[in-house]
Protein backbone atom coordinates (compact mmCIF):
# COMPACT_ATOMS: atom_id res chain seq x y z
CA UNK A 1 0.00 0.00 0.00
CA UNK A 2 3.48 2.38 0.52
CA UNK A 3 3.87 1.89 -2.90
CA UNK A 4 0.44 3.06 -4.35
CA UNK A 5 0.56 6.18 -1.66
CA UNK A 6 4.10 6.77 -2.90
CA UNK A 7 3.46 6.72 -6.35
CA UNK A 8 0.04 9.12 -6.10
CA UNK A 9 2.41 11.88 -4.24
CA UNK A 10 4.50 11.49 -7.24
CA UNK A 11 2.17 12.44 -9.49
CA UNK A 12 1.18 14.98 -8.14
CA UNK A 13 4.61 17.12 -7.85
CA UNK A 14 5.04 16.02 -11.16
CA UNK A 15 1.32 17.94 -12.23
CA UNK A 16 2.29 20.54 -9.62
CA UNK A 17 3.77 23.94 -11.41
CA UNK A 18 6.77 25.66 -10.09
CA UNK A 19 6.30 29.43 -9.87
CA UNK A 20 9.90 30.58 -10.95
CA UNK A 21 9.09 34.47 -9.48
CA UNK A 22 8.93 32.75 -6.12
CA UNK A 23 11.90 31.32 -5.86
CA UNK A 24 12.64 29.46 -2.78
CA UNK A 25 8.89 30.31 -1.94
CA UNK A 26 7.41 28.09 -3.72
CA UNK A 27 4.45 26.00 -2.38
CA UNK A 28 5.36 23.45 -5.33
CA UNK A 29 9.30 23.10 -4.54
CA UNK A 30 8.07 22.67 -0.66
CA UNK A 31 6.05 19.92 -1.63
CA UNK A 32 8.47 18.21 -3.51
CA UNK A 33 11.00 18.79 0.03
CA UNK A 34 8.37 17.29 1.85
CA UNK A 35 7.60 14.12 -0.02
CA UNK A 36 11.01 13.41 -0.72
CA UNK A 37 11.43 13.82 3.10
CA UNK A 38 8.64 12.08 4.44
CA UNK A 39 9.03 8.78 1.67
CA UNK A 40 13.42 8.88 2.05
CA UNK A 41 12.87 5.29 1.19
CA UNK A 42 11.00 5.48 -1.77
CA UNK A 43 8.39 2.83 -2.32
CA UNK A 44 9.71 0.65 0.61
CA UNK A 45 8.93 3.68 2.94
CA UNK A 46 7.01 2.13 6.75
CA UNK A 47 4.07 4.62 6.95
CA UNK A 48 3.14 5.02 10.56
CA UNK A 49 -0.38 6.40 10.08
CA UNK A 50 -1.74 5.52 6.97
CA UNK A 51 -5.39 7.66 7.07
CA UNK A 52 -3.35 11.01 7.97
CA UNK A 53 -1.22 9.90 4.88
CA UNK A 54 -4.44 9.42 2.56
CA UNK A 55 -6.10 12.94 3.95
CA UNK A 56 -3.18 14.87 3.54
CA UNK A 57 -2.81 13.43 -0.15
CA UNK A 58 -6.70 14.21 -0.86
CA UNK A 59 -6.36 17.64 0.86
CA UNK A 60 -3.08 18.63 -1.91
CA UNK A 61 -5.27 17.34 -4.57
CA UNK A 62 -8.24 19.32 -4.20
CA UNK A 63 -6.12 22.34 -3.53
CA UNK A 64 -4.38 21.11 -7.03
CA UNK A 65 -7.40 20.72 -9.03
CA UNK A 66 -8.83 23.43 -7.69
CA UNK A 67 -11.49 22.43 -6.03
CA UNK A 68 -12.29 25.46 -3.73
CA UNK A 69 -12.34 27.99 -6.25
CA UNK A 70 -14.78 26.20 -8.71
CA UNK A 71 -17.22 24.89 -5.48
CA UNK A 72 -16.92 28.51 -4.41
CA UNK A 73 -16.88 31.43 -7.52
CA UNK A 74 -15.58 34.65 -7.13
CA UNK A 75 -18.09 37.62 -8.27
CA UNK A 76 -14.96 39.88 -8.80
CA UNK A 77 -11.26 38.67 -9.72
CA UNK A 78 -10.07 41.55 -7.01
CA UNK A 79 -9.46 41.67 -3.52
CA UNK A 80 -10.74 44.26 -0.72
CA UNK A 81 -8.29 46.51 -1.86
CA UNK A 82 -9.15 46.47 -5.44
CA UNK A 83 -5.72 44.63 -6.57
CA UNK A 84 -5.74 42.04 -8.74
CA UNK A 85 -4.18 38.49 -9.37
CA UNK A 86 -1.67 39.41 -11.62
CA UNK A 87 -0.60 42.49 -9.39
CA UNK A 88 -0.23 40.18 -6.46
CA UNK A 89 1.88 37.78 -8.17
CA UNK A 90 4.01 40.90 -9.51
CA UNK A 91 4.37 42.08 -5.80
CA UNK A 92 5.15 38.82 -4.25
CA UNK A 93 7.82 37.52 -6.64
CA UNK A 94 11.19 37.06 -5.04
CA UNK A 95 12.95 39.95 -7.54
CA UNK A 96 10.72 42.41 -6.51
CA UNK A 97 10.48 41.91 -2.63
CA UNK A 98 13.96 42.08 -2.36
CA UNK A 99 13.63 45.67 -3.96
CA UNK A 100 11.34 46.97 -1.49
CA UNK A 101 12.99 45.42 1.14
CA UNK A 102 15.68 47.50 0.09
CA UNK A 103 14.05 50.90 -0.78
CA UNK A 104 12.66 50.52 3.08
CA UNK A 105 15.83 50.47 4.56
CA UNK A 106 16.82 53.80 6.31
CA UNK A 107 19.40 56.19 5.49
CA UNK A 108 21.41 54.97 8.09
CA UNK A 109 21.21 51.38 7.65
CA UNK A 110 22.03 51.76 3.86
CA UNK A 111 25.24 54.10 4.94
CA UNK A 112 26.16 51.45 7.57
CA UNK A 113 26.56 48.89 5.29
CA UNK A 114 27.75 50.62 2.58
CA UNK A 115 30.92 51.73 4.90
CA UNK A 116 31.08 48.06 6.65
CA UNK A 117 31.44 46.54 3.01
CA UNK A 118 34.33 48.83 2.02
CA UNK A 119 36.07 48.26 5.11
CA UNK A 120 36.29 44.21 4.91
CA UNK A 121 37.22 45.03 1.25
CA UNK A 122 40.18 47.18 2.35
CA UNK A 123 41.30 44.56 5.47
CA UNK A 124 41.62 42.13 2.55
Not at 22 to 49: C, H, M, P, Y
Not at 70 to 87: A, H, Q
Amino acid sequence: MALTRYRRFLKLCEEWPVEESKRGRDLGTFLRQRVAQAFREGENTEISDPVTCDEMFESLARIHSNYYKNKYPRLKDTSFTGVTVEECNLVLATDNLKQMEEASKGTWTKLREKFSAKNSEDSK
